[in-house]
């Protein structure tokens, strides 16, 4: 009568083991960069999409994402990254960085006076 008992706890058991799920691989960690400085220089934040044509001529490059888009412009010496997003019936520049970086703020302002009113590099 015991012998039954145990084949069936046994069972049991090997029945638990044998529908448990391998465990998950361990993922790395990789630490987020430092978060730019806050602030938009004055006279950049707010421009709309044509205005910004206008101060710094067509972008290099364009990535939408749904309405939000975000220009950048090259020069030798630097990037900028303007970021639109709607208001209305017009794309505003809402945030702008720089690499390399301003000492206060997100963009350095000698970067954004050498790409002001030049053409992008080819």
């Known amino acids: 009568m015991i012998r039954p008992v145990i084949a ?8 638990g083991c044998a529908t448990r799920q391998p465990a998950a691989p361990a993922v790395a ?9 806050q602030g938009e220089p004055g ?3 707010g421009l709309k999409s044509e205005q910004l044509k206008v101060a710094f001529g067509a972008p290099v490059f364009v990535r939408r ?7 950048r ?9 303007f970021f639109l997003y709607p208001y209305g019936d017009a794309l505003l520049v809402r945030h ?7 000492r206060d703020i ?11 009113g030049h053409p992008p590099l080819s």
């Open 65 to 71: 994402d749904g309405a939000i888009q975000m220009w």
């Open 8 to 15: 069936i706890v046994l069972c049991a058991a090997l029945a």
């Open 43 to 45: 006279d950049i934040a």
């Open 96 to 102: 702008v960085e720089t690499v390399p970086r301003g």
């Open 106 to 116: 997100a963009a350095d302002s000698a970067c954004l006076d050498t790409l002001r």
């Open 29 to 37: 960690r990789v630490a987020l960069p430092v978060a730019p400085p």
């Open 73 to 81: 412009y090259d020069s030798s010496t630097c990037k900028a990254f």
